[in-house]
């Protein structure tokens, strides 16, 4: 309890305000680096187009914002799990992410779907709010339905958002359909971009959207601190009072109660300390909606005083300190011992009660830390008696070593000797009085200590343990400060005014602008710098603004300030119809927070556009028809200080569809409408969330798939604001014909010939899985009738599925059985280091399959598909020692076959002049392995590396250039693989070049 009470004294030291910003969510950018990213667009291939708009956009990220990187297919081809996140969510990051995203090498696949689930994870969606920025130039080549991915993450996020920009999707038949499903999924942005300046335009949207949440409004709340039951009577005595948030702890510097508070919509923890009970509650509550909340927290009927315990027969042994009168707390040890010799008893504890035979004893209770002791003669008869002894205070050898003045509220150093127990502390107070302010010893030597902001004359003391002992004082005198502030006398409404201050400048000092005797409002950082950028409340009036020291918010000077009315002016049609977008022509303050809405008069606003993005401001009318005012409001505590009526009228659609469709067809739906931006048409079971949807703006007939189950469904036209129906027409949707041929046996890893009868949905597939699990490969039905599908690595019985793309629904399976065959591998038993090798191999032969070689127990590193032939070359380890040549299943990585290999060093020798011309020519002649890359190069002596270079291919001796500056270089043989540096150097002088 005394550490909660300590909690909530340091968090009233700051001036946080209850109503704090909400945090932005953390955010991954999702990169695609699949092989497809090395096409062109106009000349340019789009990992560079893409490489230099990511590296724009970074520049614009906010600072303070937590961001990472997540890649894909930049390490191996054919790998659906070749998924990285390469940079963890964080600040201070950009230059970082636009780095590695400058090196990246395409060459893999487009696992999309794992890719935003990987982010996810990254980013713990399920405890956070989280935004992933996915940018793709193709469709997914590894899930069959990326969307359905997007969607649980929604379900089961906390607030889980995808905003998706598509890079030249034109090549790619169902790519803008699939990104856009994702980003819907999620309620994300979704864009679909041909060259570099639309990709940089869509990327800039998305960093606006994550940087600029919705300006939330505040929630009155009351807190009640009640014994026994919620309507049990009040707390008696001071209640204090703590409330966190996601953001963290926001101070409460009031004891009322109730408590009258203005909070956020989210989660929060409240805790209430109960002074005279030295009781403490704690609960927690989500705030959402805008109606007023009663949190009420319950303390517990008082305990009635439990009834004495009786004493133990015999003597109690008690030892008190002679000074606090109190039970001495350090370790204590009794001795009893018989008048005249004898065994006797010996007992520990400041309190002990002890059966003592009859008999005249000798008493004596000895402190075991410095052996200071206490002794008295003893009666013993019959019954019951108390021996009570006193102990002179415990005086451990302490010093503090400190300045003799300083100002209030500075920081010092203060040295100090001492016992140094993990509890004692160095504490500054009054002579006589209690300790304020405290540093814990543990802390360092010296320990900083922040002094108090009375001036006066004051102890620094050093506090042992056990009881807080003063061990050793030093007076020190505290000193006034002073501060001046300098601004203008007249300021308007909302204005944020430029504060000149000249002041100690502590940490957590502050200037703040109030009513003159009343808590300040708002405030600025002193820490920010001079002149701080103080915001002036809304209200007309006159305020005063005073520089605060930020411990115990103590005001040091104050000056007047008046504050004035703000004004603002809004022109826009008075007629429009709901849920379009009006032009809203405004004059005023423009503060970044500022914004224009609209709302049911003295209602909270619905909509609302920001000023800062210029005027006209575009402005959604809502989407119920009726009277409305359009305001214009003062970003700080959204105050309204302009206004004028407009009258939403009622819009209308039609829609016009077949009667009967089958499961997961794809039905145009012709309508007419408003065709705003984001209304949908939509099916559903009638009364129940719509399931597929299609956009209004891409056009009448919209193309609209329908449900996965056999039934009868509406189709409607939906506001895309609030999702609002506005015209609706029934729908049957009925079972297709599906039916499946394969073989009833096959070996695993081939490839086998399914034919199919079925609806050939774009997203349908067909997939190979055991039965009751998932599948493991498949193939697009769109790729037309018979299906090419590759059988599992593993033996056993497996079902063949015909599956609806539309949440991966099995419409018809049948069975097969995967029979084992022969994989090996034939390889040399040992090789030279660098080498290239001869592999024969017998296996599945399957697409993706590869050879590779690794340590045993450790992943694979060179590596060559097995459709280069048989036998295949194989690029040997530059490290020697014992490796393995393994046969990959390509589905999954799984070794089917391995052999061992020992891989043996290899070295190099060169012959080369000592000395040289800078920015000459030398031969030099080499012995080594002479592999295709392979090269001779020269740098600075006892520096890495190499600057010019020439392939050893060129010829024996090679023709190396010198380096232009003299002095002294090495000249290294280096293996081209890794660039690794064989043999001895050759050292050479270089001269400078002789002038003509």
């Known amino acids: 309890m005394r550490f909660a009470a300590a909690l909530l004294a340091a968090t009233l030291l700051f001036p946080f305000s209850i109503a704090q910003a909400q945090e932005r969510a953390n955010t991954i950018l999702v990169f695609d680096a699949s092989g497809s990213m090395w096409g062109q667009i106009d000349g340019v291939n789009k990992i560079v187009i893409a490489r230099d708009v990511v590296a724009e956009i970074l520049r614009d990220f906010p600072e303070d914002q937590n961001l990472g990187l997540t890649v894909y297919g930049h390490n191996r081809r054919g790998d659906c799990g070749d998924i990285e996140t390469l940079v963890e969510p964080g600040t201070g990051n950009r230059d970082e992410i636009a780095r590695i995203v400058n090196t990246l090498n395409p060459r893999g696949m487009t696992p999309m779907a794992d890719s935003i689930i990987a982010a996810a994870n990254a980013l713990r969606h399920t405890e956070n709010a989280a935004t992933v920025i996915l940018v793709s130039d193709g469709i997914e080549t590894c899930n069959p339905d990326p969307c359905a991915v997007a969607r649980t993450l929604a379900e089961t996020g906390v607030d889980f958002t995808a905003h998706v920009v598509g890079f030249d999707l034109e090549k790619e038949p169902g790519a803008v359909e699939q990104l856009q499903c994702m980003a819907d999924a999620t309620g994300g942005l979704f864009f679909s971009t041909s060259n570099a300046s639309e990709l940089s335009d869509a990327l800039s949207r998305v960093v606006q959207a994550v940087a600029e949440p919705e300006p939330a409004a505040l929630i009155p709340v009351t807190l009640r601190a009640v014994v026994g039951s919620a309507d049990g009577p009040l707390v008696e005595g001071p209640v204090l009072w703590t409330v966190a948030d996601e953001e963290g702890y926001a101070a409460v510097d009031d004891e009322a109660n109730p408590l009258l508070l203005e909070l ?35 303390f517990p009927e008082p305990e009635p005083e439990p009834e004495p315990e009786p004493q133990a027969e ?13 039970p001495v707390e350090m ?19 400041s309190e002990v009660v002890e059966l003592i035979p009859r008999g005249v004893w000798e008493v004596t209770v000895t402190r075991d830390a410095d052996g200071a002791s206490a002794s008295t003669p003893m009666v013993q008869m019959s019954g019951e008696q108390t021996i009570a002894l006193t102990l002179p205070p415990f005086q451990a050898a302490a010093d503090i070593v400190a300045q003799s003045s300083a100002p209030m509220g500075a920081t010092i150093p203060v040295g100090w000797e001492g016992p140094g127990d993990n509890r004692d502390f160095i504490g500054i107070g009054l002579p006589g009085e209690r300790y304020g302010n405290y540093a814990w010893i543990r802390d360092g030597n010296p320990v900083q200590l922040r002094l108090p902001v009375e001036p006066g004359d004051y102890e620094l003391r050093y506090y042992g343990q056990p009881g807080n002992l003063i061990l050793a004082t030093r007076s020190i005198t505290i000193t006034e400060v002073e501060a001046a502030l300098d601004f203008a006398q007249q300021a308007t409404a909302g204005e944020t005014l430029p504060v000149t201050w000249d002041g100690p400048g502590y940490r957590d000092d502050f200037i703040g602008v109030s009513i003159e005797g009343e808590r300040y409002t708002n405030y600025a950082w002193t820490r920010d710098g001079s002149p701080a950028q103080l915001r002036m409340p809304t209200e007309p009036g006159d305020y005063v603004i005073s520089y605060y020291l930020g411990q115990g918010n103590v005001p ?19 007629q429009a119809m709901a849920g379009e977008t009006l032009s809203v022509t405004w004059e005023g303050p423009g503060y970044r927070d500022d914004f224009i809405g609209v709302s049911i008069e003295g209602e909270r606003y619905t909509n609302y556009a ?17 009277d409305y005012v359009i305001s214009y409001y003062l970003g700080q505590g959204n105050v309204a200080i302009a206004s004028r009526p407009v009258t939403v009228s009622e819009v209308a659609a039609t829609l016009e569809a077949q009667d009967t469709a089958l499961v997961g067809e794809t039905v145009p739906v012709t309508w007419t409408g408003p065709g705003y931006r984001d209304d949908f048409i939509g099916v559903s079971v009638e009364g129940e969330r719509y399931t597929n949807y299609s956009w209004t703006r891409d056009g009448s ?15 409607t036209y939906y506001l895309g604001q609030g999702n609002v129906p506005i015209a609706s027409r029934t729908i049957r949707v009925v079972a297709a014909e599906v039916a499946l041929t394969a073989p009833e046996v096959a070996e695993i890893g081939s490839t086998v010939v399914v034919d199919w009868i079925g609806p050939g949905n774009r997203d349908d597939f067909i997939g190979i899985s055991k039965p009751g699990e998932r599948y493991t490969t498949y193939r697009w039905t769109r790729d037309g009738s018979p299906a090419q599908l590759r059988m599992p690595a593993e033996p056993g019985d497996y079902v063949i599925t015909y599956y609806l793309g539309q949440d991966n629904t099995p419409l018809a399976s049948i069975p097969i059985r995967l029979e084992e065959i022969a994989v090996s591998v034939t390889a040399p038993a040992e090789a030279a280091a660098g080498s290239l090798i001869s592999v024969g191999w017998n296996g599945p032969n399957a697409e993706g399959d590869f050879i590779a070689v690794g340590r045993p127990g450790e992943a694979y590193g060179n590596w060559n598909m097995v459709s280069d032939g048989n036998p295949l070359r194989l690029l040997m380890p530059i490290e020697p020692g014992d490796y393995e040549i393994r046969y990959y299943f390509g589905d999954g990585e799984q070794v089917l076959a391995a052999s061992a290999i020992r891989v043996i060093p290899v070295t190099a020798r060169l012959i080369a002049p000592g000395t040289g011309s800078a920015g000459g020519e030398v031969q030099v002649g080499w012995e080594g392995p002479g592999y295709e890359y392979d090269f001779i190069g020269i740098a600075p002596a006892g520096e890495a590396g190499y600057s010019n270079w ?16 003299p002095g002294s270089y090495d000249i290294r043989y280096f293996l081209g693989q890794g660039e690794v540096p064989l043999g001895d150097a050759v050292r050479i002088e270089l001269e400078a070049a002789a002038e003509d």
């Open 314 to 326: 015999g003597v109690t042994f008690i030892v008190t300190d002679e000074v606090t009168r109190q």
């Open 610 to 626: 920001w000023t800062r993005d210029g005027s006209p401001a575009q402005l959604r009318m809502p989407t119920e028809p009726g």
């Open 950 to 965: 020439a392939y050893v291919s060129n010829g024996n001796p090679v023709t190396l250039t010198l380096p232009d500056a």
């Open 331 to 349: 370790p204590v040890t009794w001795t009893i011992l018989p008048e005249g010799g004898g065994e006797g008893f010996t007992l520990t504890g």
């Open 264 to 298: 956020y919509e989210g989660s929060h923890v409240v805790g209430a300390y109960a002074v005279v009970r030295e009781d403490e509650v704690n609960d927690s509550f989500i705030l959402s909606g805008t109606e007023a909340v009663t949190v009420t927290l319950i």
């Open 701 to 715: 007939p919209a193309q609209l798939r329908m449900p996965a189950q056999p039934g009868d469904y509406v189709i």
């Open 556 to 574: 040091l000077v104050s000056r007047p300030v008046t504050v004035s009315e703000v004004a603002a002016t809004l022109d826009f049609a008075e």
